[in-house]
T-cell receptor, first 111, second 118 residues
């Protein structure tokens, strides 16, 4: 399974787009990219996932490079409530125990 | 809404005690998971279960056991607690069929139990 590399922390101004990068250079063809976030004192929360194509939902957009070696999570208009640790995970669809959360990126949204 | 509850938010135990952490989900999910979360190490999978009475080891099962007698309940057991098991423990559940039909493997997490072993 691929492991991921994320910056330890990032700052973002309230109302601006937050772009969180993730490297997964050893990702294999059947592995999906997932993003979760964990707000302080809560369990992680699913945000979005994708395989090859870019994805968008009500929370965020996911941009995956053509070679699939990296991706970016975009929060289009960050709010103070988006302050959290964001985890990028690559996962084999058929292996439940291959779900590595890593250390994530602490996003600080500032007023 | 899916709800995953854990029996305690905070727990303090002594070395050598037997500790039970309980997790209950109310959405009839087949899969349940136990993770521990430590600073700098992220979440690490301890055990998971894909059906009643079924269990699989995760990445760090040593020192732990689990029990799943009913579909909605997944228990984590520390047979003899040690100080290095002081951690935040997170339970999660997910639906089996979603994985096969849509690729979604969304896990729903409980609020966590912060366990301190003295």
């Amino acid at each position: 399974d691929a492991k991921t590399t994320q910056p330890t922390s990032m700052d973002c101004a309230e109302g601006r787009a937050a772009n969180l990068p993730c490297n997964h250079s050893t990702i294999s063809g059947n592995e999906y990219v997932y993003w979760y976030r964990q707000i302080h004192s809560q369990g992680p929360q699913y945000i979005i996932h994708g395989l090859k194509n870019n994805e968008t939902n009500e929370m965020a957009s996911l941009i995956i490079t053509e070679d699939r070696k990296s991706s970016t999570l975009i929060l289009p208009h960050a709010t103070l409530r988006d302050t959290a640790v964001y985890y990028c995970i690559v996962r084999d669809l058929y292996n439940f125990n291959k779900f590595y959360f890593g250390s994530g990126t602490k996003l600080n949204v500032k007023p | 809404d899916v709800k995953v509850t854990q029996s305690s938010r905070y727990l303090v135990k002594r070395t050598g005690e037997k500790v039970f952490l309980e997790c209950v989900q109310d959405m009839d999910h087949e899969n349940m998971f136990w993770y521990r979360q430590d600073p700098g190490l992220g979440l690490r999978l301890i055990y998971f279960s894909y059906d009643v009475k079924m269990k699989e080891k995760g990445d760090i099962p040593e020192g732990y056991s689990v029990s799943r007698e009913k579909k909605e309940r997944f228990s984590l057991i520390l047979e003899s607690a040690s100080t290095n098991q002081t951690s935040m423990y997170l339970c999660a559940s997910s639906l089996e069929w979603l994985i096969w039909t849509s690729g979604i493997a969304e896990q729903f997490f409980g609020p966590g139990t912060r366990l301190t072993v003295l």
